[in-house]
Each structure stands twice: as C-alpha cells, then as structure tokens.
C-alpha cells in the first residue's frame, strides 16, 4: 500500500472511534504515527492536533444541535485550559533536543497514554456506578463548580498541549468527578465543544514550535473526517462498553512500547486488558436482558399416562 494511502487509512480508522466513544483521538494518531509510520513524536504531537482542529468540530455540531452542550461549563474551562495548553507545547523544548528531545517525548506520551487507560477505566466505573445508583440521578441542571472547572481546564490543557492526548479521554473524567449527577450526554457534547479551542490553542503552540508537518496533517484528515462521520452512524448499532475495551487495550499497549515494553510482557497485558473486557461486556449484557424482562421459556407441560 502506498505510504499516503495507509496515512488515510489510519485517519479513517481512528476517526471512526472517535465517532464511536468520543474517545481515542490524540491517544490513538499520535502513537500510530510514531510507531507505525516513523514519525518523529514531536512532529506527530503537531500534526495530530492540527488533524484534531476540523475533525473535532464534526462531533461537536451534533451536540449543539441537540442542546447538549452546558456552555456555562465551557466559559469556565477554557480561561485556563488554552494558555496551558499554549504553554504545555512550549514547554516541549525543556526536554532537551535532537535525538534527545525525541526519546523523551515518547516517555511523556507514553506516560500520557497509560493516563488516558486509568482516565477511561475510571470514566466506565463511573458510568456504571450513575447507571445502578439510586441517589445519583443525573440532572442537566446541576450548577457549575467554577474553582474545580478552572482546575480541570490548567491540568488538562497542558497535558493536552504537550502530548495532543486527553482533551477527550483525561477532561471528560475530571469533568465526571466535578459535576458528578451532570447528565452523561451533556458530559461529551461539553468535552467536544471545549475540545476545539484548548486544541487550536496547542496546535498554534506547537506551530510556533516549528513541528507541525502540515502534508501528514491534511493526508489524515481525507480519513479522518468520513471515519468521523461513520464512526457517528455507527454508535448506535455498535456495543459501545466493547469499543471502550478495546481502546483501552489499545492504548494500554501503545503506551507500554513508548517505554520500551515489548514480547511477552506487552502481550500478556493487552490480553489481561483484553480479557477483562470480553468478561465484563457480557456480564453486562447478560444483566441487561435481565433488567428489561426477557421471557422466561415457558415451562413444559408434564405428560401424563
């Protein structure tokens, strides 16, 4: 396959779980072009972002359009959320340069990636905790908390501006530990549309850096936005508890080779991942059959003589 083609084909792929769980962006693209195509990390962080500036508004239009968006929430992230993430790009030349500079980018991804697992395994025990629990009702009501919003968006734009990772998988459960009994979908359509200018930001930050590499950028984005868009079609059709898994098992591994894991340690963790997904996905479906009342089988008759 032609090295151009298989850029779009990547794009497609990780616009599609985008579109799917709202999750994965920066964590997926940035490690698959370090990995995959030979990228250098920094370069990689540039161009993922700049991708992420007009594939990420695709998601958020739908949100607007249902209302599902608590701007309140937004005008308090992004004060502090943009100029870190200005700042987490800068920073990046603190860590040396060259050969340097580049080894330990793939150590802060990689730290970055791991992050984003615990970030997502803490948002879907949080999600089945709001499901089961009686007293947790979720309410697009609840009122602001302005100092824990403003906290969330320093943390979570520096991390996004030095690594492209978490503007999606690491906010959105900052946002979940904020604003507990916040309804889930005004949780996502709030991530995304405080996504795309914490991510303009980063990327003009790393713009500035001089490793934004706009070719690759524009090559994934021919994928990314349908991959997007069918990602969407899809979620509904699609066990979405099963993807989670699977993007974490992802991310998991890619963060564990950043460090330089690799044979028999890598496997047996994604496959403990791996396990631990297919295990609680259909206990998960196995309760839900029983919580919306499927038939019992009726009982046979007992034949007489």
């Known amino acids: ?58 998601g958020a239009a739908v949100h607007q359009r249902a209302g599902t968006v ?10 502090t959320a943009m100029p870190a993430a200005v700042l987490g790009a800068l920073c990046l030349g603190l860590l040396g340069n060259g050969e340097q500079l580049q080894e330990r980018v793939k150590y802060v991804i990689g ?12 948002r879907m025990w949080l999600d089945a905790r709001r499901g089961t629990g009686a007293n947790e009702a979720e309410d697009a009501h609840v009122p602001v908390r302005p100092l824990a919003t403003l906290a969330i968006g320093l943390i979570g734009g520096f991390i996004v501006g030095m690594t492209s990772v978490g503007s999606g998988s690491l906010i959105i459960v900052m946002l979940m530990l904020a604003h507990p009994r916040l309804k889930a979908n005004h949780l996502v359509g709030t991530d995304l549309v405080q996504a795309i200018p914490v991510v303009a930001a980063a990327a003009l930050g790393h713009v500035l850096f001089g490793d934004v590499a706009f070719g690759m950028a524009g090559t994934l984005l021919i994928g990314a936005i349908p991959g997007v868009v069918a990602g969407a079609l899809l979620s509904t059709r699609i066990s979405g508890p099963a993807l989670r898994w699977a993007l974490v098992t992802l991310l998991a591994g890619s963060g564990l080779a950043m460090w330089g894991v690799s044979g028999t340690p890598l496997l047996l963790v994604c496959a403990a991942f791996a396990g631990a997904g297919v295990t609680v996905t259909l206990r998960g479906r196995r309760r839900s059959l029983v919580v919306t009342g499927s038939p019992a089988p009726a009982p046979k008759e007992s034949s007489r003589v």
């Open 70 to 79: 608590r701007w309140d929430i937004v005008r308090w992230l992004l004060p």
């Open 1 to 58: 396959m032609d090295f151009s083609w298989a850029i779009v084909v990547a794009g497609a792929l990780v616009g599609v779980a985008v579109g799917l769980t709202g999750m994965g962006g920066g964590a997926l693209m940035t490690p698959i072009m370090v990995m995959l195509f030979g990228v250098n990390p920094t370069a990689a962080i540039g161009s993922d972002l700049a991708t992420s500036v007009f594939m990420k508004p695709f």
């Open 111 to 122: 730290g970055a990636l791991v992050l984003a697992v615990v970030g997502m395994l803490a």
